[in-house]
């Protein structure tokens, strides 16, 4: 009895020491790792919903320890020795990551990264250092694995460890399928990297790469703009900002130099209602104008090339910096064929503060700026905005409308409307007018041009409405509001450049081809994505947009009238009818 006690009390401390070795050599810059996931998936709810998210995480992750234990005492010695050199491996790679690129390992932007970049192979030997540091560290974990299996004296057969590791690699897979703010690079390495090519390679399956006519060429000469910054903010509804008219002064620091430096298209329609798909029909220029497009929206909306592909024929170096985005993660429709066109690519971990991460990544923005010498740069910012919870979106002394929200249940609330129209401001005078006023700081006018919008807009209990969705409403009775968003440019003499007029309708479909006008393309590649800012539509066109998950409903306005009754904005919508004419 007195053995079967130690040997308990032995497998427990073996367990615990382990997980430590686990959760130190999965991220050696923050041991309390797994504590920080824990807390991030049980927020912003904090309540049953909450817990149990974090619970399935931490059951499963603790799955994932159980079973590098379990094979540690693997009665086969082939099979340990085996478990062993992959165990290494995995380990190894998944440091040398850590130290020299990203410490959130490997993750799948990563993965892509390293498949199409395995010609130059050679290029390692300069991480001399990181190999080794790398090395020195999975020595140490591989150590810890060798002294407990001679330490303990426990041996198991090998049936019940390749069963364990099925199981563990389907525990890990469904609590990612129940839990969708869980990710593979929050597990083990031994774990995380399998499941990760798996996707990756499961996923490729259906992606084609998209592909830029080699006879569509710049005029390398009229490309005057050495630095372009393309800013899509989240859920800023253009009717917020008093630079557009809202009553509360949300926008101040935007207002002083709107005639000087900021030209301003004022509150536009936006490309969709949802956040993926409003990034992607952006990124490729995808709207009722693009030419060719026809009913074969689905089709095209993955094969139109991006606007990282021009910039790059252009000779850009592209960048994307996404504060959404858990680190290393690809989200918006993001393909790895996409990241090919893409040079830098930025993302945060999920212990940034919320509030704080558009601020870093705008450092790091201003820091390329200041080192990249006459490399000419194209960059897309995405922004975290007033993503909900918007009490999260700003820091406590940053109150200036009241009263404001208690909690975050209070949003959608008939009874407390005033306090979330109060509160979302907060989050506007913070993240767009105080993000501006710093960008201003730290990029200033002359070095770079910035065009900015939103991805969509906000339905703050609009038009009567009580509906619990702020955005991604997929019926036609949804409020306009969730269209609604802000568009201006930035820069030195943009007043000139962008002359604003009041007999022109502006969108962000012209995005897209002002762009690639800036980049040096002539009017025939810029035509084909309709007009450009330059030139704007005329008032009685149509003002197209689209809406639900998928993006492919679309609903249109009979006519565009200035102050015209926005009730009127889905007559003449097609229903049932996924497809659009080529003209307008």
């Not at 084909?528 to 030139?535: D, K």
Request: aromatic letters at 14%; proline letters at 3%; glycine letters at 6%.
């Amino acid at each position: 009895m007195k053995r079967k006690v130690n040997l308990f009390f032995q497998v427990l401390a073996s367990f615990v020491i382990l997980l430590m070795a686990v959760m130190f050599i999965q991220n050696i810059t923050d041991a309390s790792f797994l504590i920080n996931e824990v807390q991030y998936l049980a927020s912003p709810y904090y309540d049953l919903e909450g817990i149990a998210k974090s619970l399935v995480f931490l059951f499963s992750y603790l799955c994932s320890v159980l079973m590098i234990w379990v094979c540690v005492f693997s009665k086969t010695s082939k099979l340990w020795v085996g478990i062993l050199v992959v165990i290494f491996l995995a380990v190894w790679s998944d440091l040398f990551i850590q130290i020299a690129v990203s410490s959130r390992g490997f993750t799948k932007a990563e993965y892509a990264t390293a498949l199409l970049n395995a010609s130059d192979f050679d290029n390692m030997l300069a991480f001399t250092s990181e190999i080794i540091q790398a090395l020195f560290y999975t020595l140490l974990f591989i150590s810890v694995l060798v002294v407990l299996r001679k330490k303990i004296l426990l041996r198991l057969r090998s049936f019940t460890v390749l069963l364990i590791i099925l199981s563990t690699f389907s525990i890990v897979y469904g609590a990612k399928q129940w839990v969708y703010y869980i990710q593979y690079p929050s597990y083990p390495a031994v774990i995380k990297m399998p499941l990760i090519a798996g996707s990756y390679h499961a996923n490729m399956a259906e992606i084609k790469p998209r592909v830029l006519d080699e006879n569509i060429k710049p005029n390398q000469l009229s490309a005057a703009d050495k630095n372009i910054i393309w800013i899509i903010d989240e859920s800023i509804g253009g009717g917020y900002l008093s630079l557009n008219g809202f009553k509360k002064e949300t926008t101040p620091f935007l207002k002083s130099i709107a005639n000087t430096k900021l030209s301003n298209y004022g509150i536009v329609n936006s490309v969709a209602n949802c956040s993926a798909i409003s990034n992607l029909m952006l990124r490729v220029g995808l709207s009722s104008h693009t030419k060719g497009v026809g009913s074969d929206f689905s089709t095209k909306k993955y094969t139109l090339p991006t606007i990282f592909q021009f910039a790059k024929r252009a000779g850009y170096k592209t960048w994307l910096f996404d504060a959404q985005a858990d680190e290393g993660q690809l989200q918006n429709f993001l393909t790895p064929y996409d990241m090919q066109s893409i040079d830098g690519f930025r993302t945060l971990n999920t212990r940034t503060e919320d509030y704080l991460r558009d601020r870093h990544l705008l450092d790091e923005i201003a820091k390329l700026l200041d080192t990249g010498g006459n490399q000419k740069n194209f960059i897309i910012f995405v922004k975290d905005g007033a993503h909900w919870p918007y009490l999260w979106r700003y820091p406590k002394e940053e109150v200036f409308f009241k009263p404001t929200q208690d909690g975050i249940y209070e949003e959608k609330t008939v009874e407390r409307k005033q306090e979330l129209i109060n509160t979302y401001s907060n989050v506007v005078k913070y993240a767009v007018d105080g993000f501006f006023k710093e960008y201003v700081e730290k990029v200033g006018f002359k070095r770079a041009l910035m065009i900015y919008t939103s991805d969509h807009g906000q339905n703050l209990l609009d038009q009567g409405s009580n509906t619990a969705l702020t955005h991604c409403s997929t019926d036609y009775a949804m409020p306009v509001s969730q269209a609604e968003v802000p568009l201006f440019i930035l820069g030195d003499d943009v007043s000139s450049r962008f002359p604003v007029r009041k007999d022109r309708l502006y969108s962000q479909y012209q995005i897209f081809p002002t762009v690639l006008s800036l980049m040096g393309y002539d009017k025939q590649t810029t035509s084909n994505y309709g007009e450009t800012l330059f030139e704007g539509q005329l008032l009685s066109a149509k003002r197209w947009f689209y809406f639900g998950y998928d993006g492919d409903k679309v609903a249109f306005e009979k006519r565009n009238k200035p102050n015209m009754d926005m009730s009127g904005w889905f007559e003449g919508v097609r229903k049932g009818d996924k497809s659009f004419p080529d003209k307008i």
